[in-house]
T-cell receptor, first 109, second 114 residues
Framework: LAKTTQPISMDSYEGQEVNITCSHN???????ITWYQQFPSQGPRFIIQ???TKVTNEVASLFIPADRKSSTLSLPRVSLSDTAVYYC??????????FGAGTTVTVRA | EPEVTQTPSHQVTQMGQEVILRCVPI?????FYWYRQILGQKVEFLVS????????KSEIFDDQFSVERPDGSNFTLKIRSTKLEDSAMYFC????????????FGDGTRLSIL
């Protein structure tokens, strides 16, 4: 499994854009990059997944450079309700997800 | 949006007792999973299940644990003889397919062992 490294915490203010970068130097050819969000006392929630270049949905954007050794999750115009832990995972043809410690994003008013 | 539902939301059990945690995965999903999260720690994989058999299990999933899909909708995790260290949030997840497919999680059962 490719190991991922992401910041432990990030602070932001309402209305700002939050960018969380994750490094995954040992990513394999078949691996996809997936991000989950977790609020306290809730299960992780799938946000976005990508293989290369850029993926955008109604919640976030995911930027993946050509070498795929890192990725950046971008949350546009965050609100207080975006305060959560964000996990970067590298998913391959495997049945299990390996969660790290994630990035705790705190949004302040 | 369809979701994974888990019951009960909180289970308190005496050490040594058996406990069954229940999950209803999303209806058209074929792969099912259990994870746990001890308070303040990472989410840990326990087991995956497909086509009525275990696909993969972690070291945590020892002989005290078992999973079952007793009917077309439920997916259960049984802990035969609970220990204090089994206290954790237990999350069920499901996905349409295995591998890279996103997994959809329930909101968990908080298991407290006394």
């Amino acid at each position: 499994l490719a190991k991922t490294t992401q910041p432990i915490s990030m602070d932001s203010y309402e209305g700002q854009e939050v960018n969380i970068t994750c490094s995954h130097n040992n990513i394999a050819t078949n691996d996809y990059i997936t991000w989950y969000q977790q609020f306290p006392s809730q299960g992780p929630r799938f946000i976005i997944q990508g293989y290369k270049t850029k993926v955008t949905n109604e919640v976030a954007s995911l930027f993946i450079p050509a070498d795929r050794k890192s990725s950046t999750l971008s949350l546009p115009r965050v609100s207080l309700s975006d305060t959560a832990v964000y996990y970067c995972l590298v998913a391959s043809n495997d049945y299990k997800l390996s969660f790290g410690a994630g990035t705790t994003v705190t949004v302040r008013a | 949006e369809p979701e994974v539902t888990q019951t009960p939301s909180h289970q308190v059990t005496q050490m040594g007792q058996e406990v069954i945690l229940r999950c209803v995965p999303i209806s058209n999903h074929l792969y099912f999973y259990w994870y746990r999260q001890i308070l303040g720690q990472k989410v840990e994989f326990l087991v995956s299940f497909y086509n009525n058999e275990i696909s993969e299990k972690s070291e945590i999933f020892d002989d005290q644990f078992s999973v079952e899909r007793p009917d077309g909708s439920n997916f259960t995790l049984k802990i035969r003889s609970t220990k204090l260290e089994d206290s954790a949030m237990y999350f069920c997840a499901s996905s349409e397919a295995g591998g890279n497919q996103p997994q959809h999680f329930g909101d968990g059962t908080r298991l407290s062992i006394l």
